[in-house]
Structure formats: structure tokens, C-alpha cells
């Protein structure tokens, strides 16, 4: 069963814009982790985020967590024509082991 | 630095015949996960290893499926008697085990597309 939902499920912009997605979880968790997949390819890492941490950058990405209310955001910066993919959290529910994922946000950054 | 590596990327096959799908994980990772997608879903974990030691399977891995990882290396992932639901996207992963530093981060390969006519 996916623990993780992303909102919106689809997001189009212009490029240059920022692009925000959400994703909400259901368990407690050790870390959630974001991760962007290009059409029919595999998911690359983006970035994980520690359940004791609010907020993480990595270049043009800022993460933010609420463990209260069991939400993180993904904030995309200044977005390009190759952000165009759709992108998952996924969260381990405290086992350490195996990650549950959302069914993803698809984002179109339009030249 | 090479990533964790499938083969094949592709495969087609005819309802009921076996099919074996193989992982390499990033060499340093102790840790191998198989993951099942499917169109318009997130990947859905399947079953992982912790070097060649299977410890965990879901509930999705029926008797048709089965994995290895005999040395603790590349692992395979094999499906037997295919049927037509099985077509997915398998996803690879790898990881270190788990300490303070790296919290888990799992790192996948590029997937092997089956499709079951």
C-alpha cells in the first residue's frame, strides 16, 4: 500500500518559476526521502531529509519536514526544461529497511 | 563510480514462460532491495537483502518469484509461469546499512521494463 501522497498529482509551469509539491505520510518515520524519475527510467536521489531535521537545501532544491503534521514539500528554484520529470517522497516508516512511495507529482517545466 | 546496474533493460515475453532479471548493486553497498512499478504508481517494495542474507519479502512476492544473492554481490530476480499482470517496471536499489550518517539512502538502478503478452 503507498504510505506517501504527493499533491498536486500533476504541475505545469513556465520555466524560471518555482515549483512546489507536497507529499503527505500516514506513520511515523526515520527519514523521508525525495526522488525524481525521468519517463520510464530508474529514480535518482534528490535528497533525504532526518526526522529531527525542518528544512535541507541542495542547490536549487529546499526540503521541509513537518512531523507534525506529517508533511514535507519540495521546493524547486528557478525551474529548467530538464526539472521535467515526476517526482516521489518516500518514507521508511521506521522499519530502516524498505522505503513506501507516494504515486508522485508530475511536473512539466515548459520551455 | 559506477551505479547500480539491471539487465536487461527490456524484456518481452510470452504468458507463462520464466523470465530472470539482474541486479549489481554500487560495490561498497551491503544492502539490495527489489522494487516492483507499475504505470501511474510508485515503485512498491518487493523483497531486500542484507548481503546474501534474504530478510524480508512482501506479500506481493507470490511462489512465482524468487531472488538470490549468492555472494552478497548482484542478486537475481526470477518469475516463473509469467502472467499478463506481471508486467512492471523492476526496480533495483542498493544501500550501506544503515549508521548515523547515511540514514539509508537507497540508490537505484535504471529498471528492467517487463512486459507479458
Known amino acids: 500500500s503507498q504510505q506517501g501522497e504527493e499533491d498536486p498529482q500533476a504541475l505545469s509551469i513556465q520555466e524560471g518559476e518555482n515549483a512546489t509539491m507536497n507529499c503527505s505520510y500516514k506513520?511515523?518515520?526515520?527519514?523521508l526521502q525525495w526522488y525524481r524519475q525521468n519517463s520510464g527510467r530508474g529514480l535518482v536521489h534528490l535528497i533525504l531529509?532526518?526526522?529531527?531535521?525542518r528544512e535541507k537545501h541542495s542547490g536549487r532544491l529546499r526540503v521541509t519536514l513537518d512531523t507534525s503534521k506529517k508533511s514535507s514539500s519540495l521546493l524547486i528554484t528557478a525551474s529548467r526544461a530538464a526539472d521535467t520529470a515526476s517526482y516521489f517522497c518516500a518514507t521508511d516508516g521506521g522499519s530502516n529497511y524498505k522505503l513506501t512511495f507516494g504515486k508522485g507529482t508530475l511536473l512539466t517545466v515548459n520551455p | 563510480d559506477t551505479g547500480v546496474s539491471q539487465d536487461p533493460r527490456h524484456k518481452i515475453t510470452k504468458r507463462g514462460q520464466n523470465v530472470t532479471f539482474r541486479c549489481d548493486p554500487i560495490s561498497e553497498h551491503n544492502r539490495l532491495y527489489w522494487y516492483r512499478q507499475t504505470l501511474g504508481q510508485g515503485p512498491e517494495f518487493l523483497t531486500y537483502f542484507q548481503n546474501e542474507a534474504q530478510l524480508e519479502k512482501s506479500r506481493l512476492l507470490s511462489d512465482r518469484f524468487s531472488a538470490e544473492r549468492p555472494k552478497g554481490s548482484f542478486s537475481t530476480l526470477e518469475i516463473q509461469r509469467t502472467e499478463q499482470g506481471d508486467s512492471a517496471m523492476y526496480l533495483c536499489?542498493?544501500?550501506?546499512?544503515?549508521?548515523?550518517?547515511?540514514?539509508?539512502?537507497?540508490?537505484f538502478g535504471p529498471g528492467t521494463r517487463l512486459t507479458v503478452l
Open positions: 531529509i532526518r526526522s529531527n531535521e
Open positions: 506513520t511515523s518515520i526515520n527519514n
Open positions: 536499489a542498493s544501500s550501506l546499512v544503515a549508521t548515523a550518517r547515511n540514514y539509508n539512502e537507497q540508490f
